[in-house]
């Protein structure tokens, strides 16, 4: 029995999904199509984290062959059923490929024998030469060496998707609603959520709090070593169609892949259906450090114009900054806790977090389900960080 005063708002959901950003929204739609009921609680709103301020990237460019690279592969495939089943329009999903541009004969070289290895691995990848380079996007600089195209790359409006996602679970989703502690019976499990509102009974949770995801954990008496690492984008005047795909330097795959807390940048340039133009990317470990940060922008400004000269003449109209979900050996954490039954996690992508969401989702519903994922998740165990508090 709960204690007398305490207030049961939901008691019937079969498993509560904290978190509603994409990782949680695709938690709670593949969960529902699996036939269980699911409640989400967010501490601010749908879409409010890291996913509202990301860029939508669906990649597979960028991973090398890998545990990751697998998943990626198979949340491309899942991101294609979304699209047909919910429109590709109503999510803004825009299959425009990817092109990694190379500035030096050697990230040319570094480039090709990358592509190479995730050709083995079932990635398309088409060499570019210079010359065809102006087919692909006219206005890059004419500079670059060559290029890379990947044409299942893809983007999407994360907060649209992570809404229709919701929609589509036919979810209880419980905003402004902090989780405060998780209720264990006498063998340990899971029974309850308590939030500032009262408690949630289920006996399933995933924690897909993203950055908040280390806090959640410490709840249930586990470590989970999931840092902020703080990145900007920069988004320009309208335009007319300026940049085709997804385009960005080769030197962004071994950035994404540092652990040093300095800041990083490597130019990720792209269009919008709006006519903005995104820019992006730069990593820094700063906590939670909300501040904006001139360096980084700068950064950022001059990094895009060497790729596209063009954009000298083009005003910046504002810029946002989000912080990713890191985990320390660059993978997610993906899978059920051995010392907590019924409390799953689905943290740690990182920038790659609105790509992977599908594939984390439908693992982390066959799980709850007693059923076999599609990915091997023996990489992502959360059990390889562990330190139980």
Not at 237 to 258: C, D, I, S, T
Request: charged share 15%; with cysteine; hydrophobic share 45%.
């Amino acid at each position: 029995m709960d204690a007398p005063g305490v207030v049961v708002i939901d008691a019937g959901a079969d498993v509560v999904v904290i978190g509603a950003g994409m990782t949680g929204a695709a938690c709670a739609y593949y969960a529902a199509r699996a036939g269980l009921t699911v409640t989400v609680v967010d501490r601010a709103g749908v879409a409010s984290g890291t996913t509202g301020a990301g860029e939508g990237n669906i990649l597979l460019s960028d991973k090398s062959p890998g545990p990751e690279l697998s998943l990626a592969l198979h949340s491309v495939a899942l991101w294609r059923e979304l699209g047909e089943s919910m429109g590709d329009a109503q999510i803004e999903l825009e299959r425009k490929g990817g092109l990694v541009v190379a500035a030096s004969a050697t990230e040319h070289d570094t480039l090709s024998a990358f592509a190479d290895r995730q050709r083995a691995a079932g990635v398309e990848a088409h060499a570019v030469a210079s010359h065809e380079l102006p087919s692909y996007e006219p206005h890059l600089s004419p500079h670059l060496v060559g290029a890379v195209h990947y044409p299942q790359d893809m983007q999407v409006q994360p907060m649209l998707a992570a809404a229709h996602l919701l929609r589509a679970a036919r979810a209880t989703v419980l905003t402004g609603t902090c989780v405060v502690g998780l209720l264990r019976d006498g063998t340990g499990g899971i029974r309850a959520v308590r939030t500032d509102h009262g408690l949630l009974s289920t006996t399933r949770v995933v924690n897909a709090a993203g950055v908040w995801a280390g806090r959640v954990a410490a709840l249930a008496g586990v470590e989970l070593p999931i840092l902020p690492r703080r990145g900007f984008v920069l988004v320009t005047q309208p335009l007319p169609e300026l940049v085709r795909h997804k385009v960005y330097a080769a030197g962004y795959v071994a950035n994404v892949e540092r652990s040093t807390a300095g800041l990083e940048i490597s130019p990720v340039v792209e269009g919008t259906r709006a006519g903005t133009i995104l820019i992006g990317s730069s990593r820094e470990h700063v906590g939670f450090d909300p501040a904006m940060s001139l360096p980084a922008l700068r950064g950022l400004a001059a990094a895009a114009i060497r790729l596209f000269p063009i954009l000298a003449g083009v005003s910046a109209i504002r810029a946002y900054r989000g912080f990713r979900p890191y985990s320390p050996d660059h993978l997610p954490i993906i899978g059920a806790d051995k010392n907590v039954p019924g409390l799953y996690h689905a943290t740690g992508h990182e920038g790659a977090g609105i790509g992977l969401a599908p594939a984390t989702g439908h693992a982390i519903a066959a799980l709850l389900t007693d059923r076999r994922p599609h990915v091997d998740l023996r990489p992502f165990a959360p059990e390889r960080h562990h330190v139980h508090l």
